[in-house]
T-cell receptor, first 111, second 114 residues
Framework: GESVGLHLPTLSVQEGDNSIINCAYS??????FIWYKQESGKGPQFIID?????DKRQGQRVTVLLNKTVKHLSLQIAATQPGDSAVYFC??????????FGKGTTLSVSS | GAGVSQSPSNKVTEKGKDVELRCDPI?????LYWYRQSLGQGLEFLIY????????KSGLPSDRFSAERTGGSVSTLTIQRTQQEDSAVYLC????????????FGPGTRLLVL
C-alpha cells in the first residue's frame, strides 16, 4: 500500500544549528503535506503544511520544501533550540481523507 | 479557544474487558479522526467521520473495534474484549469544514491492557 517514510530515525544537532528533516512519499495523488511535532506524552502539533502546487513555504523559523519530481519533502528548522527536541512526522493526504503518517524522526538538540 | 480533548488520559484494563475512549473535537469542526500510535511508531488510521456521511471504517483492525459520533460532535471509540496488542496511545483529531485538511490532535488516551 501507499506509505510515507523518513530517511533517518534520529537526528542530533547543536543548539543554534540549522536542522533538516527529510521525508519520502509514494502516493502521487497526494496534494497536501503536513509536518507535525510530537513531544513526549502529547499529541502531534501542527507545524507547517504545503500543497502540491507549491514547492516552498516558510513559517516562523521553519521552511518546508516539496520536490514532486522525486517525491521528497523536507523540514528545515533555523537556529534550532532545545525546545525543538521532539519527534517530527511528515504526513500526506487529500481532501476528505485520513492522513498517512511516516514513522517519525527524533530530533535531539544539545546545548 | 479549546482544543481537542480526550478522556481518560490513561486507562489500564485487563485482557478481555471492554473499554470506551472519548473525544471532544474542536467546536465547529465537522471532520473527526481516530488514530492509534504504538510505542515508537507512527500513527495508524482507524476511522474517519465527516458530517452526516457514513464513516470511513477502513482502518479498523478488527470487529472488536467500533466508533460512533453522536450529534456530529463527541465521538466514542469502543474496544471490546481487549487484547494485549491493543495497548497503544489512541489519538483523536478534528478538522474544520471543507477547505482545509489540517487536522488538530488531542493529547491522546494511553491504553494499557494487562
Amino acid at each position: 500500500g501507499e506509505s510515507v517514510g523518513l530517511h533517518l530515525p534520529t537526528l542530533s544537532v547543536q543548539e543554534g544549528d540549522n536542522s533538516i528533516i527529510n521525508c519520502a512519499y509514494s502516493n502521487s495523488a497526494s496534494d497536501y503535506f503536513i509536518w507535525y511535532k510530537q513531544e513526549s506524552g502529547k499529541g502531534p502539533q501542527f507545524i507547517i503544511d504545503i500543497r502540491s502546487n507549491m514547492d516552498k513555504r516558510q513559517g516562523q523559523r521553519v521552511t518546508v520544501l516539496l520536490n514532486k519530481t522525486v517525491k521528497h519533502l523536507s523540514l528545515q528548522i533555523a537556529a534550532t533550540q532545545p525546545g525543538d527536541s521532539a519527534v517530527y512526522f511528515c504526513a500526506e493526504g487529500q481532501a476528505g481523507t485520513a492522513l498517512i503518517f511516516g514513522k517519525g524522526t527524533t530530533l535531539s538538540v544539545s546545548s | 479557544g479549546a482544543g481537542v480533548s480526550q478522556s481518560p488520559s490513561n486507562k489500564v484494563t485487563e485482557k478481555g474487558k471492554d473499554v470506551e475512549l472519548r473525544c471532544d473535537p474542536i467546536s465547529g469542526h465537522t471532520a473527526l479522526y481516530w488514530y492509534r500510535q504504538s510505542l515508537g511508531q507512527g500513527l495508524e488510521f482507524l476511522i474517519y467521520f465527516q458530517g452526516n456521511s457514513a464513516p470511513d471504517k477502513s482502518g479498523l483492525p478488527s470487529d472488536r473495534f467500533s466508533a460512533e459520533r453522536t450529534g456530529g460532535s463527541v465521538s466514542t471509540l469502543t474496544i471490546q474484549r481487549t487484547q494485549q496488542e491493543d495497548s497503544a496511545v489512541y489519538l483523536c483529531a478534528s478538522s474544520p469544514p471543507t477547505g482545509t485538511e489540517t487536522q488538530y490532535f488531542g493529547p491522546g488516551t494511553r491504553l494499557l491492557v494487562l
